[in-house]
């Protein structure tokens, strides 16, 4: 285990240096830089000169490359071009606030499309397997932003209330936290919770024509032994891999949402950043969401071998 | 509201009056505190925290090197220069006390407020004052007002309240510039720490009625009351959070829900949403701004005159205002609407204003272009008005048999092309300070003097230009400026087209908020909650 953690790691440090290229080569590629967004129309070139000089934007982009990886191999990200603040604590903030509203979804998709995708599969083509599919059909069907636009209107028009507009942490006030997260999380985990539902009841229903499971009822093995003890263990491997990929997928588009709510996400600073041309934030903030989805990966693949102890990690 | 109260200009018949000496007697005495921000408060009660929604972010705080509108809309209450631009065109003393003016008007010798401190606590001596206006006109500082700065040739400190501006010819426009709009005076020696920059997104150094608190990007900016600020009694509100809601629908849902209080809107037909909602109050004010089309003279055919005159004589302005942001808005002829009472050439007095199509299509077929042309509009993703705009145009357009394309591209690279003098044919939106040099020169002034981003080259014009700025007889000057102003719709650099009101939505909690024109929130400064 120890060896395939590190050569997993090591692998992950390659792809990463790999993917910082690709990014700072991306960020570059748009036309524009963060001297002609703080001077505006009206600047004057000898001004420009200078802020280019200053932002190290003068120098050849392997040198820019070069000085900035430096500085990352010591942790120190920089700072903001724009906002003048450390590129570290703006992630490291805004990345709290997306991976909270990432796992309270997950969450609360799991505790809902799981049941939910269980029933539909043992019940497949009856009346309770057609109601979930019409809700897994209506929330794959219905955009993220249209879900929660409906939500933000319809509740503050039945309630006169809507959430909080300033974020607050959960170790600062959990009930305030808990207020401004519902409606966005409600509004993810109405996808995912049917993109789960979905995936559960497609794999349930394929268990079922299983032989070890036929094999079981057969032998008249109760049905809650069978479910619980054979077809769920058989199903977990798959269901832990659609995780992790709905994980990575709130992770990198939960822009919408934190947009809709105003929460001050990974995804809006790097769209803000991407406006700005703010390139340290961004290239640090892109680093950031590869080695995330590499993490999950890796977490995901040791989860297998946890799972099944017959999956061997090489 | 007009123009021959302005205090900061110098009327040439009272130097003479005065005798002609080299020095002249201070035209301009202390402001009185209902000048400034916005209108007395009478029974105002001091405290509490006004939250105010904004749809854009600033990029930063930086009021020296960050020229977004966005940035200087909630900066010119934590920083402060010499002069406060008054809506009715007025240059009123801020940091300044008054000024005397060399009879070759090429110094200012300018008295300072006195008992101003920074929010560091120290006090504001004329040594701040020298150290900041330079550290903003010398160009290798990379300041955006470097450029407006041009014309001075130094600022030095005589004594602790007084410094001493010349300028390399006579501008009447001078103390328009010492505005807020860049800059502001900090503390001599600031920008010497390396970190001096981006400090000024995590503290404070000006002179404000309000302070930095924080900073937190994405989230909010929240100001606090300068405890120590120079007018007593102000400001009335202890705390203003402004807070970043990137979305118009978001940001109504919290005007209903009162989880804001104050509000400007971008786009201003979303009024009907909180229009008759219990507790809101909804005002429309004028504005500096203008939605315009720049018609760049590198890209073929539009180096023709005829050409932009024909363009112009299709346009029908009122029609793109309707369709583009509900009719909240004025029709415009060569001036922002805010500033045509003041400084605008009247419009019967102005070439190309009506729609005429016959006269459009011959102008083009004497062009050589009888059967019309291909063109390209550029319009700015994220600038909603523009969108519906382009479609109303392309129709328009296409009966004088221009066909036209739209390309939406995003801001950063809209403003390298303008910045490279490469803008073509496109929309554009922007504001200035109630001042006609300063909306005009940079813009339209042929090169090196101005930055002609249009490739105008229109040497008549500019010399008007140059006499407008270096005139300081008011009738004079207006005078200069209409005739600038006929050039200038004659030949169609530009077709301005209107000017959005701006829509303020507050709750009725919010009292004495008064919305500058320029879209800045000055008005916070003298606002109270009930």
Not at chain 1, 207 to 213: E, H, M, R, S, T
Not at chain 2, 90 to 110: H, W
Not at chain 2, 121 to 142: C, E, F, L, W
Not at chain 2, 424 to 450: C, I, M
């Amino acid at each position: 285990m120890g060896a395939y953690l590190a050569k997993r790691l090591a692998a992950s440090l390659v792809t990463a240096i790999l993917a910082s290229i690709v990014v700072f080569l991306l960020v570059r590629s748009v036309p524009g830089d963060v001297v002609g967004q703080m001077l505006g129309q009206s600047s004057d070139p000898v001004a420009a000169k200078a802020l280019r000089e200053f932002f190290g934007l003068d120098q050849p982009a392997w040198r820019q490359y070069l000085g900035w990886l430096s500085h990352v191999a010591t942790a120190d990200f920089g700072t903001s071009w724009s906002r003048g603040q450390p590129v570290l604590g703006m992630i490291g903030t805004a990345v709290g606030v997306t991976l909270e509203l990432a796992l309270a979804t997950l969450a609360i998709a799991t505790l809902v499309g799981v049941p939910l995708g269980v029933v539909a599969g043992i019940y497949e083509g009856r009346l309770l397997d057609r109601v979930i599919q019409t809700f897994n059909l209506l929330g794959l069907a219905a955009p993220v932003f249209w879900i929660g636009l409906m939500l933000l209107v319809g509740v503050s028009t039945a309630l006169e209330w809507s959430p909080p507009l300033m974020y607050v942490a959960p170790t600062e006030s959990l009930g305030e936290n808990i207020s401004i997260m519902a409606l966005p999380v409600l509004s993810l985990a109405l996808l995912q919770a049917a993109a789960y539902s979905q995936f559960v009841r497609q794999s349930v229903v394929s268990a079922f024509g299983q032989d070890y499971v036929r094999t079981a009822i057969a032998k008249g093995v109760p049905m809650r032994t069978v479910f619980f003890k054979h077809l769920l263990r058989n199903i977990a491997i798959p269901l832990i891999t659609f995780m992790g990929l709905i994980l990575i997928q709130i992770l990198g588009g939960a822009v919408i949402i934190e947009s809709l709510f105003a929460l001050p996400g990974l995804g809006r600073l790097l769209l803000s950043s991407i406006e700005t041309r703010d390139y340290p934030v961004l290239q640090a903030g892109l680093l950031v969401v590869v080695v995330i989805a590499m993490l999950v990966n890796l977490i995901v693949d040791l989860c297998y071998r946890v799972i099944d102890p017959r999956v061997r990690l090489s | 509201m007009s123009i021959f109260n302005l205090s900061g200009l110098l009327h040439r018949r009272a130097v003479l009056a005065l005798g002609g000496t080299a020095t002249v007697a201070a035209l301009v005495g202390p402001a009185a505190a209902s000048d400034l921000y916005g209108p007395s408060a009478a029974g105002a009660k001091s405290g509490g925290t006004l939250n105010m929604g904004l749809l854009v972010e600033p990029p930063g705080l930086d009021p020296f090197h960050q020229a977004a509108d966005a940035r200087i809309r909630l900066t010119v209450l934590i920083y402060q220069g010499l002069f406060y631009e008054s809506p009715d065109g007025k240059a009123t003393p801020l940091l300044a006390e008054g000024f005397d003016l060399s009879a070759d008007r090429l110094v200012y010798t300018i008295r300072l407020r006195k008992g101003v401190k920074f929010h560091t606590g120290q006090a504001m001596t004329a040594k701040d004052v020298a150290y900041s206006y330079n550290h903003i006109r010398d160009p290798k500082n990379g300041s955006p007002g470097a450029s407006d700065f041009g014309m001075i040739t130094s600022i030095e400190a005589v004594d602790d309240a007084t410094v001493k501006i010349a300028i390399s010819a006579p501008n009447a426009a001078l103390p328009m510039t010492l505005g807020n709009k860049y800059g502001g005076v900090v503390p001599a020696g600031y920008f010497d720490a390396p970190d001096a920059k981006t400090k000024l997104n995590q503290a404070s150094v000006g002179t404000g009625p309000f302070k930095l608190a924080e900073f937190k990007p994405n989230s909010n900016v929240s100001l606090v009351r300068h405890a120590e600020y120079w007018e007593p009694g102000v400001p009335y509100l202890d705390r203003v959070n402004f807070i970043f809601v990137p979305n118009a629908a978001g940001l109504l849902v919290g005007l209903r829900t009162k989880r804001i209080d104050l509000a400007t809107l971008n786009r201003p037909q979303d009024v009907s949403q909180v229009e008759g909602v219990a507790g809101l109050v909804v005002e429309r004010k004028p504005s500096f701004n203008q939605k315009a089309i720049d018609l760049g003279s590198e890209l073929k055919p539009l180096d023709d005159e005829r050409v932009r005159r024909a363009i112009a004589l299709a346009v029908d302005k009122d029609e793109i205002m309707r369709a583009s942001i509900g009719g909240f808005g004025k029709v415009i002829g060569t001036m922002v609407a805010g500033m045509q009472e003041s400084w605008g050439a009247p419009l019967d007095r102005l070439a190309n204003q009506k729609v005429d199509i016959a006269a459009a299509k011959k102008l083009l077929a004497d062009a050589g272009h009888p059967d019309g042309f291909e063109l390209n509009l550029t319009t700015i993703i994220g600038y909603d008005w523009m969108d519906p705009a382009a479609v109303t145009l392309r129709e328009q357009l296409a009966k004088i048999g221009i066909k036209l394309s739209i390309q939406r591209v995003e801001l950063g690279v809209w403003v390298k092309n303008f910045q490279s003098k490469q803008m073509g044919f496109t929309f554009n939106d922007w504001a200035t300070v109630p001042d006609p040099n300063l909306l005009f020169y940079r813009q339209f002034h042929k090169s090196p003097e101005g930055a002609d981003f249009r490739n105008w080259k229109n040497d008549a014009a500019s010399t008007l230009l140059d006499e407008g700025r270096a005139e300081s007889d008011p009738a004079k000057r207006r005078e200069i400026y209409t005739r600038y102003q006929q050039a200038m719709a004659e030949s169609v650099p530009t077709i301005m087209l209107f000017s959005a009101d701006h829509i303020v939505v507050r709750n009725e909690k919010v009292h004495n908020y008064e919305q500058h024109p320029t879209g800045w929130y000055y008005g916070l400064a003298r606002a109270w909650l009930a």
